[in-house]
């Protein structure tokens, strides 16, 4: 594993340890040049999946790209980094395990607002407003108060 610090290739492992959620294993390195420490982590891939985009285009699936638009969503919103990576993992999960090879971005999208949706309304509504496109204040009115409808029942 290269140093993050210095680039040096050769470093040794000090501690591995399972993730609370088991879906990776964190490790603690030192390298053997400069001395430093630094963290890893090792997930399992089932498969390489490829995302269809809108206009035809492919792109490899990106764990950190769909994380990072979670935490996005989230943000300042008191849901914690562990809820997020279980939210990720499972969705990682779903799309690795569902036998297909390519996978509709929109599918993901789904997949993402409805997890959203049981951990935290705002943050649902957040990320609908970017995947669905919102262009007016009356966009956020009616699905807000779709969402409201639906807490109710």
């Known amino acids: 594993m290269r140093c993050p610090f210095c680039a040096n290739d050769d470093s040794q ?8 959620d088991s879906t990776s294993i ?20 089932l498969r390489e999946v490829v995302i269809l985009k809108s206009g035809n285009r492919r792109e ?13 969503a989230c943000r300042k919103r008191g849901v914690t980094q562990d809820q997020i990576d279980r939210l990720v993992s499972g ?3 779903q799309v690795e395990t569902s036998g297909e090879g390519e996978v509709q971005s929109t599918h993901i999208g789904e997949l993402v607002m409805e997890g959203l949706k049981q951990i935290d309304s705002v943050a649902y509504i ?7 496109d919102f262009s007016e204040a009356k966009d956020f009115e009616e699905f807000a108060s779709t969402v409201q409808e639906a807490a109710k029942d």
């Open 126 to 132: 957040r990320f609908a407003s970017v995947y669905r």
């Open 60 to 72: 490899a699936f990106d764990r950190s790209k769909l994380e990072n638009s979670v935490a996005l």
């Open 13 to 20: 492992v000090k501690d591995s340890r399972p993730t609370e």
């Open 26 to 45: 964190r490790r603690r390195r030192q390298c053997s040049s400069c001395g430093a420490r630094f963290t890893t982590f090792e997930r399992v891939q």
């Open 91 to 93: 969705i990682q999960r």
